[in-house]
T-cell receptor, first 117, second 110 residues
């Protein structure tokens, strides 16, 4: 399965600023996703990162707040814009199986723990 | 309406016992189902996937799927303290998106 490197692993940011999180996959993957996990809760899908086109956002998430890029099949970024303390959370990227593989499985990056003060 | 529901737990089992985790899903179009293990402060780790009715065994883990009942379960045999974690059930929809349940926290007592 794919191996995902995600950075930064954690950050403390001032409210009103923006943070960009990067995910690099070690092989080409068809699908990449961004999730948020708030303390003690499960994962909530933010958006699907589409290669070469605009991301597809889930209800409650908008491009102005969470712009996403995916310039190729191995890399994606999520920006958390104009941050407030409510954005404090763990952000995770995920990738589906590498192209050509028959096995199933969605792999996750190690996560970014964001604290907004 | 939540698409994936898990028995809320927490679940506490003695070492060596069987831990039983349950999950139901609402989307009949879901075809593949996953169990992830998440240790505190870590990202989810895939431990099992299943897409055919019946049982699938991998070491001490057995996943069971019943599409007619829209039910997925995970059994952990010979539970070890290292199995103490939160277990997340997930289902894939036609657009390849994963929907997660709330998770069940398992504690294995030594």
């Amino acid at each position: 399965s794919a191996v995902i490197s995600q950075k930064p692993s954690r950050d403390i940011c001032q409210r009103g600023t923006s943070l960009t999180i990067q995910c690099q996959v070690d092989s080409q993957v068809t699908m990449m996703f961004w999730y948020r996990q708030q303390p003690g809760q499960s994962l909530t899908l933010i958006a699907t990162a589409n290669q070469g086109s605009e991301a597809t956002y889930e209800s409650g998430f908008v491009i102005d707040k969470f712009p996403i890029s995916r310039p190729n099949l191995t890399f994606s970024t999520l920006t958390v814009s104009n941050m407030s303390p409510e954005d404090s959370s763990i952000y995770l990227c995920s990738a589906e199986k590498p192209q050509g593989e028959t096995s199933y499985g969605y792999t996750f990056g190690s996560g970014t723990r964001l604290t907004v003060v | 309406q939540k698409e994936v529901e898990q028995n809320s737990g927490p679940l506490s089992v003695p070492e060596g016992a069987i831990a039983s985790l349950n999950c139901t899903y609402s989307d009949r179009g879901s075809q593949s189902f996953f169990w992830y293990r998440q240790y505190s402060g870590k990202s989810p780790e895939l431990i099992m996937f299943i897409y055919s009715n019946g049982d699938k065994e991998d070491g001490r883990f057995t996943a069971q799927l019943n599409k007619a009942s829209q039910y997925v379960s995970l059994l952990i045999r010979d539970s070890q303290p290292s199995d103490s974690a939160t277990y997340l059930c997930a289902a894939v929809s036609g657009d390849y998106k994963l929907s997660f349940g709330a998770g069940t926290t398992v504690t294995v007592r030594a």
